[in-house]
């Protein structure tokens, strides 16, 4: 099978991830609601541990920090006024380190996620993480791309779940994050598989 080179590729964008140190970090959705219940994702614990690893990172790096929240309503699995909807203990904000909240899946549309980042002094390099990885990191990745960002999205941080396909077939939870990855990454963003991946 022929392979076709990624559009990244065929315009010529960078694919090497920034520093930290460079960079901001855009931690996406780390809520209670994909770590039990009807959203539960495939590899969520995992993929926690990773973000609270690239968190410290982040800090001990002395790059700015935005959190971002889905609220999706009062007695919703996404309601940021219950625990169901806090942000997971393990990558609870620090001091300082601003919460911005959405209720679409890109977290730039209808927010102030960018003049948050503005404010910050952010350039364009940004470090995503988060939660779910076809829907809320890949829409944000898309919406930094097109705000002049350029987005680095840390695989082993993200998780998502299996879906039903239009064809009735089950579309598994490793065969949608591939997808979804590899959807950033022909365009969108860079990929760095680990945190360790990121250079120091």
Excluded: W
């Excluded at 780390?30 to 973000?51: C, H, I, K, S």
């Excluded at 959190?67 to 009062?74: A, L």
């Excluded at 300082?96 to 503005?118: C, M, N, Q, S």
């Amino acid at each position: 099978m022929t392979v076709s080179p990624s559009l990244r590729d065929v315009v010529g964008l960078d694919d090497r991830p920034p520093r930290l140190a460079d960079a901001a970090l855009v931690m996406i959705d780390f809520q209670n609601t994909y770590r039990t219940g009807v959203m539960a994702l495939d590899g969520a614990e995992p993929a926690l541990a990773a973000g609270a690893r690239l968190l410290s990172a982040a800090r001990a790096a002395g790059a700015p920090v935005v959190h971002v929240v889905n609220d999706g309503g009062e007695g919703t699995p996404y309601d940021v006024r219950a625990e169901i909807g806090a942000i997971s203990a393990e990558v609870a904000p620090a001091d300082g380190e601003p919460v911005v909240v959405k209720r679409t899946p890109d977290a730039f549309h209808g927010t102030d996620l960018d003049r948050t980042l503005r404010d910050l002094g952010v350039g364009e390099d940004l470090v995503l993480a988060g939660f779910m990885t076809h829907m809320c990191v890949a829409f944000t990745a898309q919406g930094a791309f097109a705000l002049g960002y350029r987005p680095t999205v840390v695989a082993e941080a993200t998780a998502t779940r299996p879906l039903t396909a239009p064809d009735g077939s089950v579309v598994t939870a490793a065969a949608l994050q591939t997808a979804a990855l590899t959807t950033i990454g022909d365009l969108f963003g860079v990929i760095a598989p680990t945190v360790d991946d990121l250079p120091a």
